[in-house]
């Protein structure tokens, strides 16, 4: 039913907003470690609820029941459920370098790490770190040595065009390694996306999306980082992970996400990056935000489209574009309904 699609998707909305909150607050600091635990341990409580929390919320005494529920994270809830918005998280935001905290996930890169880039080069994102690192500036920072730089260019993919291969190889390759992702339990879908989605004539690597219930995303990132095939870990996270495989050494990007975000995810990390930057450009002129989760109202944050690629087209007013398509030239004019 319809609204309870919306209502799930509230549970969901929530524990991501928890998980940064959490990530804020542990970029901050030893201090605040233990509402950085607070706000992790509720984000899992919400994302393993089985009923809507619409049912419990605006009943403050209900929703304290849940485990790491307390007055105030329970009044954060039911703000958002009426606004659209926490008022703290947006501070927060504001506080912390916050695009810069998706790099948490990074092995040898912690909340300590982050700040000392953050004061000592004025980095607040994952470009501004690319852009340091291409300068040669990290090596001027303590604590970082040859071989943590490098394993923040593959990371960042700074790389990639000195290791590409021929589609047929990465073909194979791809192929192999996500029929071995989709024996893990738990897992739904796996699919292939990037360069290799494109069938571009050369690759540089490996992107896959999986879907699965929220449970199972931390066994699956644990398992897939355990599999045979890995040589090196470069990151491991609650949503995503970036391996190095033993042949021939080919990065591989998961990405797990909920089902009614595939369509959302596909069209993201399936590109190009130009396609890409076309979609987003339309969307802000409508007042939308598009990012891989969906498309969103700008002004009220409701979502308008995620679940399928298809759904997201025809909210631009376009015919599906096949993936080979996405070149970033005149696709999106030749598509038009």
């Avoid at 040595?145 to 990371?155: D, Q």
């Avoid at 409701?302 to 070149?327: D, M, N, Q, V, W």
Wanted: aromatic share 6%; proline share 4%.
């Amino acid at each position: 039913m319809p609204g309870q699609k919306i209502s799930l998707n509230h549970n969901k909305e929530l524990a991501a907003i928890f998980r940064q909150m959490s990530d804020c607050y542990k970029y901050m600091g030893p201090e605040q470690r233990f509402r950085a635990l607070a706000y992790e341990t509720v984000s899992k409580t919400l994302s393993n609820m089985q009923q809507p929390i619409d049912i419990l919320a605006p009943d403050i005494k209900k929703l304290d029941e849940l485990k790491g529920v307390g007055d105030s994270i329970a009044e954060k809830i039911i703000e958002y459920l009426q606004t659209g918005k926490i008022r703290t998280f947006e501070k927060l935001k504001k506080q912390v370098p916050f695009p810069l905290l998706e790099l948490m996930d990074i092995q040898g890169i912690g909340p300590a790490t982050l700040r000392l880039l953050h004061d000592e080069l004025n980095i607040n994102s994952k470009e501004d770190l690319a852009r340091a690192i291409e300068a040669g500036k990290l090596k001027k920072v303590k604590g970082f040595a040859t071989k943590k730089i490098e394993n923040l260019k593959k990371v960042l993919k700074l790389e990639s065009s000195k290791l590409r291969m021929p589609f047929k190889v990465a073909e194979k390759i791809g192929t192999d390694i996500q029929r071995e992702i989709k024996k893990i339990p738990g897992v739904q879908q796996c699919l292939l996306a990037g360069s290799l989605r494109r069938k571009k004539e050369s690759v540089g690597d490996i992107d896959v999306i999986i879907t699965a219930n929220h449970r199972s995303w931390k066994k699956i990132i644990r398992m897939i980082t355990m599999l045979p095939q890995v040589k090196k870990v470069l990151a491991a996270g609650q949503t995503k992970a970036s391996i190095i495989l033993n042949k021939n050494d080919v990065q591989v990007d998961i990405r797990i996400v909920h089902e009614d975000e595939l369509g959302a995810a596909l069209v993201y990390f399936t590109g190009s990056k130009e396609h890409n930057i076309q979609l987003r450009t339309i969307g802000k002129q409508k007042g939308w935000k598009v990012n891989e989760y969906g498309v969103f109202d700008e002004r009220t944050g409701k979502c308008l489209a995620s679940a399928t690629e298809e759904e997201i087209y025809s909210l631009f007013g376009l015919h599906f574009i096949p993936p080979e398509k996405r070149t970033g030239k005149d696709e999106l004019t030749k598509s038009k309904r």
